[in-house]
């Protein structure tokens, strides 16, 4: 498997990517129906606001195939407007899940994240799962989720420099899910 920058013509498998890998709503666990997936229209969305990071949108490859895909996006803590990052969306293709391509797919953003001199990453999951990388409920890094009723399943991480908190604003295209 090779972990790389995804490429202008990598959109179309990731966006059938993202489409198939949340074809069930992980909150409630419910096929969804139609094609309409909140989680591929979200990935189309952020490439195209000021938020995207190039860098910070990563495919694993295996035998030429989009297998996984992880991006990060620019967000904001207020009130003092200090930048972060909004991890997700993470999804792998439903025949490769469970083996692995998601941690090495989230252990990559976050080490580029980190060698661009992030400070901080924060997202919404399942705490279980992103404890192993380092995720603390927001609310013990003084950060505080965009949605009260996120609890702890709000998570953020320090990367490097100080320490920052407030507010998390995701990019805009989040709030239009």
């Known amino acids: 498997m090779i972990v790389r920058r ?8 990731v966006h059938a990517l993202h489409r198939a ?13 139609g094609t309409d997936v909140p989680e591929a229209r979200l990935v189309d969305a952020l490439r195209a606001d000021v938020a995207f990071l190039p860098h910070l949108s990563l495919v694993a490859v295996e035998r030429d195939e989009v297998v996984g895909h992880a991006m990060a996006t ?17 999804g792998v293709r439903p025949d490769r899940q469970r ?3 998601g941690t090495v797919l989230v252990h990559a953003v976050l080490a580029v994240a980190e060698a661009a001199g992030e400070r901080l ?5 399942a705490p279980a799962y992103y404890r192993r990388f380092g995720f603390r409920p927001s609310a013990d890094l ?7 009723a996120w609890g702890a399943h709000f998570q953020a991480r320090r990367l490097a420099g100080p320490p920052v908190g407030g507010t998390f604003r995701y990019a805009a295209p989040f709030d239009r899910l």
């Open 121 to 125: 990453v924060a997202l919404l999951g």
């Open 21 to 33: 890998a949340f074809a069930t709503d992980p909150a409630t666990g419910v096929a969804r129906a």
């Open 142 to 148: 003084g950060v505080t989720p965009p949605d009260p």
């Open 99 to 101: 083996g692995g391509i």
């Open 74 to 90: 620019r967000a904001w803590l207020e009130p003092l407007g200090n930048t972060a990052l909004g991890l997700g969306p993470l």
């Open 6 to 13: 995804e490429r202008p013509e990598d959109h179309a498998a």
